[in-house]
Every structure is written in structure tokens, then in C-alpha cells.
């Protein structure tokens, strides 16, 4: 298994509620194909560099996990689709 890191950016939408379900989505996301999550680190709300989608700030959330090498593309796939986030990046470490 190799090891992974995922920064992404979530819309902020001020509910808790939201944001922390859809962090569960993308941990889940990860263990469904055959991951590992080992870390979750919540960045919090920050200014982006540039406007993205007419916003101007958003929440980071960097994840760091084992799996496979077909997984980042699964998660990849995935993340483009879903509503709310507005940016993601896999890098393998």
C-alpha cells in the first residue's frame, strides 16, 4: 500500500453540521475501496489566492491515508462531481 496525502477545499457554508458530513463522505470514500485513513487534519477557514466560483474563502481539510495505487483515482473521480468542493489535489508522499 502506498501512502497519500489529500488537500481539498470545501464551499463554506458556515454549518458545522455540513462540513463535518462531508468530511465523513470522503473518509468513507477512502475505506469503501480498501484504504487506510490515518490522519485528518482540519485546517479551518482561510482566504484563497484567487476567486473561485465567486467565493473568496473556503475550508481546508488535508487527509492522509494508505491504499492502493487505483484509489486516488477512484477518489479523484469522485470529488470532481461533488457539489461543494472547490478545489483537490492527491499527491503521493
Do not use: Q, W
Request: without cysteine; glycine residues 6%; proline residues 1%.
Amino acid at each position: 500500500m502506498n501512502k497519500y496525502e489529500l488537500m481539498y477545499i470545501l464551499v463554506n457554508t458556515g454549518n458545522d453540521e455540513e462540513r463535518d458530513a462531508m468530511i465523513e463522505k470522503v473518509n468513507t470514500l477512502i475505506t469503501k475501496n480498501g484504504g487506510v485513513v490515518e490522519s485528518v487534519d482540519k485546517i479551518g477557514n482561510k482566504k484563497l489566492a484567487y476567486e473561485i466560483n465567486k467565493k473568496h474563502d473556503g475550508y481546508y481539510v488535508l487527509v492522509n491515508f494508505s491504499a492502493d495505487a487505483s484509489v486516488p483515482a477512484v477518489v479523484s473521480n469522485t470529488l470532481r462531481i461533488t457539489e461543494g468542493v472547490l478545489r483537490f489535489i492527491v499527491v503521493a508522499k
